[in-house]
């Protein structure tokens, strides 16, 4: 770290800033400017904060010149992850498509979604069971039931599903169920769920919240990290903003941003960034062309009839026509979407399935 | 609620929203203007979402007309709620002065500022024992151990105490030691944690997130309150913005558009709002003078030792001055710094602990 | 417009809203709800405003339900417009390729820029003679100098040229050497300059301001056309917004908002919009995928030479290799680079400039 | 200002920056840390920018250490300053009370409003001649004619007047009939304005921009006293954020933040800031109770009938009221309302003018 004295800071002050941030286990290196005095603290700086040094008589700022989330860096593992969400890869050139509703509903329109997506090409089926509502009088889901039915679609199109995880008390159950798990954005610095996610088997597919900045983000997958899980996919669903023409703001910039900064892939979610389908396929060619690992898109058959989100979601067919963009793009870009873990080509699902 | 449907809606397509809404229990009431065609919803707005309606073909927006908090309006309990945090009102002209160290550290420190504040007039003392730290390499708190002080401090000087809550499975432990339940801004969107706080019969102080509308306070305040919990204290405490001259963007016209809306109370935390001692005593008064019910402010002994957040409190003596200029403040404006429970007199600490 | 009344509107007030608005100019058509009385405006919108109607006693809310710009409206010209500059077509599948230095500097090396980037594929060339510069301290531009300049790199690579006009004293003189006139974010809303601006034959870059909603952009937009100049093109070049990774929050998403609402063509500016050269080539491909009109990138040969924003530019060899990504792109998505006034084939500037 | 390279700088690197840095006329101090290697500049920092050093290879971040603003600093200027605004105090306990209509309309309402406001204690009336509207069909303002009335009003009452200055072309012409010139927030970038206006004898009011960090408004500001004007007082007026329940946020801590900073006079505008009347009061004394040197608040007598922002603007009664309040508040911070010029006691008006 840097500290910046304050101006005018007294020799005495100087003097108790060196020997506090030696008693902590730093060297120092002592400059004094014209107008400022600063001082280098050489050592490993995970033996502090910010905030305490900040906090010490005459120091004016506080400049940290390592990123604080360790096993997230890019400095610290400077190749890009490959994650592996039961024989589908995410990262390092791989496309994960994930499509699907937002709740999981009633098992047949389930299972007309879950065939009708994974035909288009998407490669991880989404659905949630818990669902984080706004008012506590809308739908919160199926719950245990839920979870069932989107282990049925799983097995019967034979690709990996995605819910979402809320309670800390239940990561076991939908693990259970699911081959990964989605942390939401309202839960994005919910430490606590994100520490049993830690200590999970499953992929995780931390979500940005609505006032996270990059670091933030990074850190909350620092905290799933740390417990063990290395299986971390981030995703970019958009952030507050003045502007009310969108749901939220859509940062594509955060692609290239997060990864030169982390090795962890990161995809984008138009659906939720936007909140409007007529959006979703330039947004989603848009996250592409940045860069993005992937694409979560939600769809469902009868908007007006969804339990939840319908207003953001894109018909099938309309899901069917972006997909094929989005292979065109990847193409251009060099990349491949990953196919499903038992298909022999790319994007077939099994044939039993869409007999 | 209303809908505008697009420019050019057909026939069908409005015969269609109107029979679709019909068929949710609702009366429509059909206008058409020279430009665009307008369907009145009459009926109980709980029965469907904007979001819902937004997805029926045609429509282009969706106006609701009742605020979708029932039990948190105004129009529901138009008079304002008084809040009593065992013995201390909060609400109605009653001032809560919460005070007190980021986090328990040890127990003579906690001893010392909790006399401290106490003597300067707090009538709640505050100290987390689970700390949501955005590094998963910081303090974490000292759990039960922590609780167990906070508890102690409280008895020692008649004063309740208030902690922050982070785990849906430690709301009985928790309620156990404290006499209000902190839901930090982090976790105002988990809706898991407020629901287990809404089952608790402790009052709860419900932090604004950092991305949250006032709107979705006021939604998360009733989830708290659907449950059965109807003692809820708000605390506008800053939200993103784009200066980096503060921590937060202190958002202090919420406090009159919130009391507004709801016949809850508001206070305001003008530590985490600023991030900066310098700026909290302006910022409290001026808190005070939006009409806020009450101030929330930390308080260390020696902040550059803080295991958290040193560097946004105040020093003990700079908290009792700070309390000077808000009782003159309070007389100003016609209301009451709460006393202590057992207090005789307005903010005078039982002697025996003093002594 | 819509009325929606307050909550416990008297009937005097509802009379009286009725009898202020038809003395407006305006049908009524009132409804009744359960809770709220609404009020249907049938007539001119641009007979009053928002402010005007929501100041009557009585009324809650105003709803507007046509956009308030006109002639930038799609609704009013449902085509989308080809801006011609000098024979580089905007719009339609034309795609703009805007690059130069941020200042006009001396002139080889102008020149030197010039003859690389449209050797590149630039259509139009950029430099800024007058500088809207942060600091009164920092380089304010070459002025007419810088203008001569410019011409000269045009006229010698047969480029079109675009520089930023900021006082509206120098239309006229900007517009004799220039062939476009760019309004920069700052003066999105100096109405003074649009008007004159507006006044002009010159085509206009309209870059969107930091605290800009698309309505806004919009409006900005209805200023220069109502005054008689058609011919604006939008430019998205990033928002203010809370993460410090980025000078800006590039809102890629703004591109089809824009394209659904307005005639108008719109670009992107990767080099504001992030201030960062490693996400320029990312997002300006994300921006075409997106559906924008064209890129506006700064290039400089020696940017830490450069005399203002040498941090955001590219080297040439830069934009050759993201122009050829971004020629592939429009392949891909349909488009064509607009070739230059008087080249026979795309992209290839005169023979004689380049010997 | 300090330079911290990248991790990885090679040696050529940095002898490269050092070489150039010195060739900038800085001397250099070095410093290699177990990361990161610092360079410290010393010596006169006008005599660089920051994005020029960031466009140096190898540089990774640019701190500067000192403000870019000299002579807007408390650093360069330590004792608050007091502007005179034609006999009126502003600044080191002398406080603004500025009240008026957004636009002057005709002269009958001006001098109605103008004697009920100054009657009530304001000692500055406003009243816009040019307006700066979102839209080219709205109200523009009375332009000189408009000019004329508020000259009369405030002869007439013996209250200086400000008005609002949108062109450069009118400075001396608005300059002549006023005592105060207003740069509206739209125009707070407008840096040919600034400039204009620096060259006036008039006092400046200067409203901080939607998107404008403190540090923008300071270096606004730097712009009118770098001509030789150094009456400058600047406004908080609301700045963008997320939430749609108010108008702009409300940055209240921007009060002491900028007094911290700089030596001139920071008053607020709640009409702007909040626009809605009712949080006009308890905003106003936010404001001051966080240490504002002034408050500017719209009055008008009939809201529905305003030309403009009616909707935001007090009844005169209702401004009565509040200034009782806010004179009540001032005596408790020890400031005063700055008496008018001529009046021999407080707040009392001419008596001939309002018999």
Do not use: W
Not at 125 to 149: N, V, W
Request: proline content about 7%.
């Amino acid at each position: 770290m840097i500290l910046i004295l304050k101006n005018g800071a007294t020799d005495d002050q100087i003097d108790h800033v060196i020997q506090k941030v030696e008693s902590m286990g730093f060297q120092t290196h002592l400059s004094r400017g014209t107008f400022r005095t600063i001082i280098g603290m050489i050592g490993d700086e995970s033996l502090t904060t910010e905030q305490q040094l900040q906090s010490i008589p005459g120091v004016h700022q506080v400049i940290p010149v390592l990123p604080p989330y360790k096993l997230a860096s890019r400095e610290a593992h400077p190749e890009s992850s490959v994650i592996d969400v039961s024989g589908v890869k995410i990262g390092g050139g791989n496309l994960a498509m994930i499509a699907g509703p937002c709740s999981v509903e009633d098992r047949d329109r389930m299972m007309r979604i879950g065939e009708s997506v994974v035909k288009s090409g998407a490669n991880l089926f989404r659905g949630g069971a818990y669902k984080p509502r706004t008012s506590p009088y809308a739908f919160q889901g199926l719950g245990e039931a839920g979870l069932k039915i989107l282990r049925e679609v799983g097995d019967a199109f034979g690709v990996p599903v995605v819910t979402e995880i809320t309670d800390p008390r239940n990561v076991e159950l939908v693990a259970e169920y699911s081959d990964m798990l989605q942390v939401g954005a309202r839960n994005m610095q919910n430490f606590v769920l994100l520490t049993e996610v830690g200590k999970s088997e499953r992929p995780v597919l931390l979500k940005r919240g609505m006032a996270a900045t990059i670091q933030d983000l990074l850190m909350s997958a620092e905290y799933v990290l740390s417990q063990g899980n290395p299986n971390v996919v981030l995703c970019e669903r958009g952030i507050k903003s003045f502007d009310p023409s969108t749901r939220n703001l859509y940062d594509v910039a955060a692609v290239p941003v997060v990864q030169g900064l982390t090795h962890l892939p990161i995809i984008v979610d138009p659906s939720h960034a936007t909140g409007r389908p007529d959006l979703i396929p330039p947004c989603a060619l848009a996250g592409l062309a940045a860069g993005a690992d992937g694409v979560h898109i939600e769809v469902h058959d009868c908007p007006e009839e969804a339990k939840s989100d319908g207003a953001q979601a894109l018909l099938p067919e309309q899901y069917n026509e972006i997909v094929e963009k989005m292979a065109a793009m990847a193409e251009l870009l060099g990349k491949t979407i990953s196919p499903l873990p038992n298909s022999t080509t790319n994007n077939t699902p099994p044939t039993e399935a869409l007999a």
